[in-house]
């Protein structure tokens, strides 16, 4: 609990009193101990100053001892006071951090009935809506004598998907929890929801994308989109602000010939004016190294 400790400027004013009043009550007793105020001169030795200065040597003697009458209640009403202030400012805390520790509970339900996961009939339809906006991308006509090559391109689309969701649960973070093909507010589908399990860390929301034989930029862009409307969408309706956008492009790097720099480079510039999109990541991963693909750093702050 306390997730977010917040003492508040009454409650630290009442802390601070305490403190010193308490740090007084102890140390004026023991100052005023290890002084003689003059007490000890004999009075032969108090005759020999001048008659102001002898008078002013009694005034002093008098002062101590009206002082000293008052001194151990004075110490008593002090240690008092201060324990009571500082009490009563710790009492005004604890009180306003459950309700933090509330509020912070209550983020958790409600970020927990956001999401949902995704029917079997539902996965499919996700990576066939998927298949076909790469597929129109590229300008190919699907025609009924090809239907088997989309087929074959679905499969390997969902095989991609499903080995980037064994490497992140095989991570086994302390950190976040890992859910696969969910639903955000009953809107979108989401390919990999990654929760903080404290605030210490940020949520991910991460898109996958598979290029088996052409990566069109057009592709790119739309799912940039899609990492915006979810990363707005998310804002808007979960009280945890913070969330880290990411998309993971796997491509085959044999059928595909392209330069991942400038491809990058044209992400980037094309997110710049995107204020949701300033945490996003993006990492370009050849089908052939998938397994080896070091996903801790998607979970880095």
């Known amino acids: 609990m306390m997730q977010h400790i917040d003492y508040g400027d009454i409650n630290k004013f009442l802390v601070s009193i305490g403190i010193i009043l308490i740090g007084l009550a102890v140390i004026i007793p023991y100052l005023y101990l290890q002084e003689d105020f003059g007490l000890y001169l004999e009075k032969e030795q108090l005759l020999k100053f001048e008659e102001p200065v002898q008078k002013l040597i009694v005034s002093k003697q008098n002062l101590v001892m009206l002082i000293q009458k008052y001194l151990l209640f004075s110490s008593i009403l002090m240690l008092l006071i201060g324990i009571a202030s500082c009490m009563f400012g710790l009492i005004r805390w604890f009180k306003k951090q459950a309700i933090i520790d509330e509020r912070f509970e209550i983020e958790l339900d409600k ?6 996961s995704m029917t079997p009939e539902e996965k499919e339809e996700k990576a066939k809506n998927e298949v076909d906006e790469i597929e129109f991308d590229k ?49 979108f589908y989401i390919d990999l929801f990654l929760k903080a399990k404290t605030k210490k860390f940020a949520d991910r929301i ?16 739309r799912a940039i989109d899609k990492l915006n409307t979810y990363v707005s969408y998310y804002k808007a ?52 190294t998938l397994d080896n693909f070091d996903a801790r750093k998607i979970l880095l702050r």
């Open 111 to 116: 970020l927990k009935i956001e999401l949902k």
């Open 139 to 187: 300008r190919i006509e699907l025609k009924n004598n090809v239907h088997g090559k989309k087929k074959d391109i679905y499969n390997k689309y969902v095989e991609v998907e499903q080995r980037i969701y064994k490497i992140f649960k095989d991570l086994k973070s302390p950190n976040f929890e890992v859910y696969t093909e969910q639903i955000l507010g009953n809107r």
């Open 206 to 221: 991460i898109e996958i994308k598979f290029f088996d034989n052409q990566l069109p930029f057009a592709t790119l862009k």
């Open 237 to 288: 309706n979960s009280l945890r602000k913070s969330v880290v956008p990411v998309l993971l492009i796997v491509y085959n790097k044999e059928k595909i010939g392209i330069n991942v720099n400038i491809i990058r480079i044209r992400l980037m510039e094309y997110i710049a004016d995107i204020p949701n999109l300033k945490r996003l990541k993006v990492e370009f991963i050849e089908k052939d």
